[in-house]
Structure formats: structure tokens, C-alpha cells
């Protein structure tokens, strides 16, 4: 009898893919690749001059999946030599530096400078991106919270993880996260899958949480003018109530917001007068 010939264990191509780095000069961006390829942290600043190329194979999940990094200088006067690396790229790693508010501002002229170096045709949708809150081991000077830099991260569909490269915090997930997004991407030809597309929670949500935080006293809180009824302030506090309750609403920072909320009412409150009760006739 003849055997049966031994069944071909199926291989998976092996993916080729390029990655860049983004973000503010001095954030971190060469410590964390380099954390994650050579498992070390040079506490020097060594500014990245234009450009540092690597190419590197990781196994993530069943497959093999050949790198291209390319590490970017942060520093505006790169400028001239880094435009040109932004095509053709399927993943971005956008760091900012915890301790450093200006740089978590800048990432949205990052995403202007790249959306435009690959011009109009170019497609930002389906590339993965994803934000490295990095530094978070010097927690003392901490000026963006979790919650803000997660908002802002979701919000738009990227990934979000706190990182250290100093103490490896986070790094080999974010990592492994962020290739595994990759192969999903190149698996569904190259379009972001719309599984990765819902982060459950609105526009809506995201931009009260947003306004609530930066708000200057418990008026602006509510969205009402100084001076306003005690009816226009409950009515106020009833909109957003619904909006960011904790059990309806899951975006990032949604608590907070919804007990600034509560708290901003309450002040306001305990200052209006009611309205006095007409006498009957
Ligand atoms: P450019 O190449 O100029 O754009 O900067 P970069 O973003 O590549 O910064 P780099 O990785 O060179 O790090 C800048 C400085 O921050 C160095 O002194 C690092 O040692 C330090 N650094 C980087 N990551 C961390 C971290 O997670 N924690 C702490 N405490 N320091 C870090
Ligand atoms: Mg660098």
C-alpha cells in the first residue's frame, strides 16, 4: 500500500514592511527602537542626524516580517532630508515625551507635514499609527495625563501605549501590537480592517472631554454664559450628563469629565438664586 505523502505544513510569505518614526526632537524616538532591537538605553543625547536606517526580522504570531525602520531627526532644520521618506510607509511610530506638553501639541504638525509630503493621492487612512506616551518613568514632571493622550490617540484610530525606554515599560508590546496591526493591514490588501476602525466613542464625546478639560471656570465647564439661569445651567448639565455618563460613554478620561460636570453644576448652583415664586392672585 502506498503511504500517503506527509502533508506540506502551509508557510505564510514572509512580509516586507516600512516603518518611520515621528515626533519632536529629543522625545525618545531612537532610545525606544533601540531599546526594543538591541535591549539597551544610552542616557546620552545623541541627536539623529537626517535620517538612521535599520532593517530588522520579527516573528509576530505565525509570521516573519521583515522591517525597514527609519528613524527621523525631530529637529525642524532636518526638515529637506526627511520629506522625502514619508511614502510608501505602512506604519508610524509618533512619540511624544510626557514631561513635555509641546511636544504632545506637536503631534498634530506631524501629521500635517506627512499628510503633506504625500499629497493630495496620498492615503494616511491606511496607515497604522501608534502613539508612544514615552518618558513615563520621570512621572515627577508629568504635564500630559493618560487619559488625554489616549483621547487624543483613539480618537483618530491609532494605537496608544506609555512607554519607557529608559526602564523598557511597554516597549516590546507596543511593539508587537503595532506589527501585529501591520500584518492585519497587509492581510486585507493594504486598507486599515474596519474592525480596527470603531473605538467606541463619538466625535461628540471626544471633543466635550476635550473642551471640559481645557475649560477656564465651571460656566465655560457647562457651555453656558456667566450669569446664566438656573434652568439654562441644569439644562446644560443634563446634555452633557447624558453624553459622558460613565456607563454610556468609554472614551478615555470620560469620568473625570463627567465628575467635572457634576462638581462645575453644583458650584454654580449653590450661587443663583431661584427665581422667587409669583404671589397668587
Ligand atoms: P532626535 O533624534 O533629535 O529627533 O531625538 P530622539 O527623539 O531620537 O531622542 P533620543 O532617543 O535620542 O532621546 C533623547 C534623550 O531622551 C536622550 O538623552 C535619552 O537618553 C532620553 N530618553 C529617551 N527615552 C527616555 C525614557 O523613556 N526615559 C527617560 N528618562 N529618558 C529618555
Ligand atoms: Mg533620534
Request: hydrophobic share 35%; aromatic share 8%; with cysteine.
Amino acid at each position: 500500500m502506498e503511504a500517503n505523502p506527509p502533508k506540506r505544513k502551509e508557510t505564510r510569505k514572509s512580509l516586507r514592511v516600512k516603518v518611520i518614526s515621528m515626533g519632536n526632537a529629543e522625545v525618545g524616538k531612537s532610545c525606544i527602537i533601540k531599546r526594543y532591537c538591541e535591549k539597551r538605553f544610552v542616557s546620552k543625547y545623541l541627536a539623529t542626524i537626517g535620517i538612521d536606517y535599520g532593517v530588522t526580522k520579527v516573528q509576530v504570531r505565525d509570521r516573519e516580517i521583515k522591517v525597514n525602520i527609519f528613524d527621523m531627526a525631530g529637529h525642524p532644520f532636518f526638515y529637506e532630508v526627511r520629506n522625502e521618506f514619508y511614502k510608501d510607509t505602512q506604519g508610524v511610530i509618533l512619540v511624544y515625551d510626557v514631561g513635555q506638553k509641546e511636544s504632545f501639541d506637536a503631534l498634530d504638525t506631524w501629521l500635517a507635514e506627512m499628510k503633506q509630503e504625500l499629497g493630495p493621492h496620498g492615503n494616511m487612512e491606511n496607515v497604522v499609527f501608534v502613539v508612544c506616551a514615552n518618558k513615563v518613568d520621570s512621572t515627577k514632571h508629568r504635564s500630559v495625563d493618560e487619559s488625554e493622550g489616549r483621547l487624543w490617540a483613539e480618537s483618530r484610530g491609532f494605537l496608544y501605549f506609555e512607554t519607557s525606554a529608559q526602564t523598557g515599560e511597554g516597549i516590546n508590546e507596543m511593539f508587537q501590537t503595532f506589527y501585529s496591526a501591520i500584518i492585519d493591514l497587509c492581510d486585507n490588501g493594504g486598507k486599515r480592517p474596519p474592525s480596527s476602525m470603531g473605538v467606541g466613542f463619538t466625535k461628540e464625546q471626544a471633543d466635550a472631554i476635550r473642551r471640559i478639560r481645557n475649560s477656564k471656570d465651571s460656566w465655560d465647564m457647562l457651555g453656558v454664559k456667566p450669569g446664566a439661569t438656573r434652568d439654562e445651567v441644569n439644562k446644560a448639565y443634563r446634555k452633557l450628563a447624558v453624553l459622558l455618563h460613565p456607563d454610556k460613554c468609554v472614551a478615555p478620561g470620560s469620568e473625570d469629565a463627567f465628575k467635572a460636570v457634576v462638581n462645575a453644576r453644583t458650584a454654580l448652583l449653590k450661587n443663583i438664586k431661584s427665581c422667587p415664586t409669583l404671589p397668587s392672585t
